[in-house]
């Protein structure tokens, strides 16, 4: 199988799927490879003691197309049901492989931003073909907003996963958050991501939309991206937070 050159091989686990998929996907015409993943986002932004904020709760589902690649091999009792239980192993490892890419989130409490313990709580779960991951990522220290704001993205700089928030209710959510707290979302224009991306594994854009395919950049170009680039951060959608 040939190796791509893409920042997503430290996944290095054959089943988590990343550096597979990666690997795999070398093959397809450079207009359409990037993204290779997409990820409809949850999250909620925790709160504890003195009104500080003490981290944030993703929860992410994974486009179809990937779910079924990653849980490969993993129906141990052969009941065509994957259980929790048996995704137990992969939801550990995937979100602990997510360290080298910040987990993908960025979150600023008052303009500073903020550093993260080791993930809690790692969970999978099939939904209507459907991977769902969801794992907390504790601050290494709780911080007080003051009247400052708090502000969390979730985005690949190198745009290797596209990530896009739901559309649900409850795709922005505070827990314990001090009374008068208020989240606002702001996402990307569609037309930005719709000519970026083109059609997903499903033929729709991450927002559930139909969208037309578009010619995208080459692969050499998304190949010469590193983690320290911010070229994924125009896909950003930001959950912003300000308290009375």
Same mark, same amino acid.
């Given at each position: 199988?040939?190796?791509?050159?893409?920042?997503?091989?430290?996944?290095?686990?054959?089943?988590?799927?990343? %550096?597979?998929?990666?690997?795999?996907?070398?093959?397809?015409?450079?207009?359409?490879?990037?993204?290779?993943?997409?990820?409809? !986002? +949850?999250?909620?932004?925790?709160?504890?003691?003195?009104?500080?904020?003490?981290?944030?709760?993703?929860?992410?589902? #994974?486009?179809?197309?990937?779910?079924?690649?990653?849980?490969?091999?993993?129906? %141990?009792?052969?009941?065509?049901?994957?259980?929790?239980?048996?995704?137990?192993?992969?939801?550990?490892?995937?979100? %602990?492989?997510?360290?080298?890419?910040?987990? #993908? !989130?960025?979150?600023?409490?008052?303009? +500073?931003?903020?550093? #993260?313990?080791?993930?809690?709580?790692?969970?999978?779960?099939?939904?209507?073909?459907?991977?769902?991951? &969801?794992?907390?990522?504790?601050?290494?220290?709780?911080?007080?907003?003051?009247?400052?704001?708090?502000?969390?993205?979730?985005?690949?700089?190198?745009?290797?996963?596209?990530?896009?928030?739901?559309?649900?209710?409850?795709?922005?959510?505070? !827990?314990?958050?001090?009374?008068? $707290?208020?989240?606002?979302? &702001?996402?990307? +224009?569609?037309?930005?991501?719709?000519?970026?991306?083109?059609?997903?594994?499903?033929?729709?854009?991450?927002?559930?939309?139909?969208?037309?395919?578009?010619?995208?950049?080459?692969?050499?170009?998304?190949?010469?991206?590193?983690?320290?680039?911010?070229?994924?951060?125009?896909?950003?959608?930001?959950?912003?937070?300000? $308290?009375?």
């Amino acid at each position: 199988m040939p190796t791509a050159s893409l920042t997503h091989v430290s996944l290095t686990h054959v089943l988590t799927g990343f %550096a597979v998929l990666a690997a795999s996907l070398a093959l397809v015409p450079p207009a359409e490879a990037h993204p290779h993943v997409w990820v409809s !986002t +949850k999250a909620e932004i925790t709160y504890g003691e003195g009104g500080r904020v003490t981290g944030i709760r993703n929860a992410w589902t #994974f486009d179809a197309s990937y779910s079924a690649f990653v849980v490969q091999g993993l129906d %141990a009792n052969g009941d065509g049901v994957f259980s929790p239980e048996e995704l137990s192993s992969l939801a550990r490892e995937n979100t %602990a492989n997510l360290v080298e890419f910040g987990y #993908f !989130t960025k979150l600023k409490v008052a303009g +500073k931003e903020q550093l #993260f313990a080791d993930p809690t709580e790692p969970r999978m779960a099939m939904e209507d073909g459907k991977l769902i991951m &969801t794992f907390l990522l504790p601050l290494k220290t709780p911080v007080a907003p003051g009247r400052g704001v708090t502000a969390l993205e979730v985005y690949d700089p190198t745009y290797f996963v596209a990530f896009g928030l739901s559309d649900e209710a409850d795709a922005a959510r505070l !827990t314990g958050a001090p009374t008068g $707290c208020a989240a606002t979302v &702001t996402r990307p +224009k569609p037309e930005v991501v719709k000519a970026a991306e083109g059609k997903t594994p499903d033929g729709k854009t991450p927002d559930g939309k139909t969208a037309d395919a578009k010619p995208g950049l080459s692969e050499a170009f998304f190949e010469a991206l590193t983690a320290s680039a911010n070229y994924g951060s125009q896909f950003a959608n930001r959950i912003i937070v300000a $308290c009375p």
